[in-house]
């Protein structure tokens, strides 16, 4: 599978210029990639403020990914702030070249900054199939908890999208290599750069992982466009040679 990861500044609470900033971008790949990704709510910087920004699953951004995806023939994904039933969410979509969308909301919310308190945590564990990859949906904060994604479902690629402020960088440099190591699995991360509207820093640090904790791509901090190529069956080779996943622990997490 190969894979463009976009690192971007973002302009807060404004989502045409969002918008805008990453269609240049999309349309700045030249060659055929199976699959695009975003950062963290990519249309508005991770807000507090729910209200002024969130949209609605048939809103002009989920319009907007949904066009960039037949146009590029190519599954886009990142996270948005989506409104629904009256509860906020911080929902992960992934949008098929067909247009087909599945979305994953955010399971852990970041109460050191309130998101608890504005927006609904998700319940389920969302694993899309798409190209026959299994792709295990995560956001941000996920990654601190790795319970929740163990790979019981055998899936192949973990996915986070991200806000991840530099002061916090060697964890999370830290805790992508542990998620793809225990779970015998890719693992790509992909982060914003630059100032947010409360002047927290973010360098990026984007990157790519293999299934034995190697790097395809090395975190990054440059404001850029990154594309790597992944190989599903020399991952499966490894499992058949190390199967450390037959050994895991039975466990039921309870929401």
């Given at each position: 599978m190969k894979i463009a990861l976009i690192q971007s500044d973002l302009y807060w609470e404004d989502i045409p210029a969002n918008r805008k900033n990453f269609e240049s971008k999309i349309n700045q790949i030249d060659s055929q990639v199976n699959l695009i990704v975003l950062p963290e709510m990519f249309s508005t910087?991770?807000?507090?403020?729910?209200?002024?920004?969130?949209e609605t699953m048939q809103g002009e951004t989920v319009l907007w990914m949904k066009e960039m995806a037949k146009k590029k023939n190519s599954a886009l994904t990142g996270s948005l702030?989506?409104?629904e039933n009256g509860n906020y969410y911080n929902r992960m979509f992934f949008v098929f070249p067909s247009g087909?969308?599945?979305?994953?909301?955010?399971?852990?919310?970041?109460?050191?900054?309130g998101e608890d308190k504005f927006y609904t945590a998700g319940t389920e564990?969302?694993?899309?199939?798409?190209?026959?990859?299994?792709?295990?949906?995560?956001?941000?904060?996920?990654?601190?908890?790795?319970?929740?994604?163990?790979?019981?479902?055998?899936?192949?690629l973990l996915l986070y999208v991200a806000n991840w402020p530099k002061v916090?960088?060697?964890?999370?440099?830290?805790?992508l290599k542990a998620r793809a190591i225990e779970n015998l699995s890719y693992v790509v991360g992909v982060n914003r750069v630059g100032l947010d509207h409360h002047n927290y820093e973010h360098t990026g640090h984007s990157q790519v992982i293999?299934?034995?904790?190697?790097?395809?791509?090395?975190?990054?901090e440059t404001e850029d466009i990154f594309v790597v190529d992944l190989d599903k069956n020399e991952m499966l080779e490894t499992r058949k040679k190390l199967?450390?996943?037959?050994?895991?622990?039975?466990?039921?997490?309870k929401i």
């Open positions: 910087g991770f807000t507090m403020n729910p209200s002024a920004v969130a702030v989506i409104t087909e969308i599945q979305h994953y909301d955010k399971r852990h919310l970041f109460s050191l900054a564990k969302v694993i899309v199939n798409y190209l026959d990859w299994k792709i295990c949906l995560q956001v941000c904060y996920d990654l601190r908890f790795p319970v929740f994604v163990r790979n019981v479902e055998n899936y192949d916090r960088t060697n964890a999370w440099d830290a805790l293999d299934f034995l904790g190697n790097y395809i791509l090395e975190p990054q199967d450390f996943l037959s050994d895991k622990d039975v466990f039921e997490i």
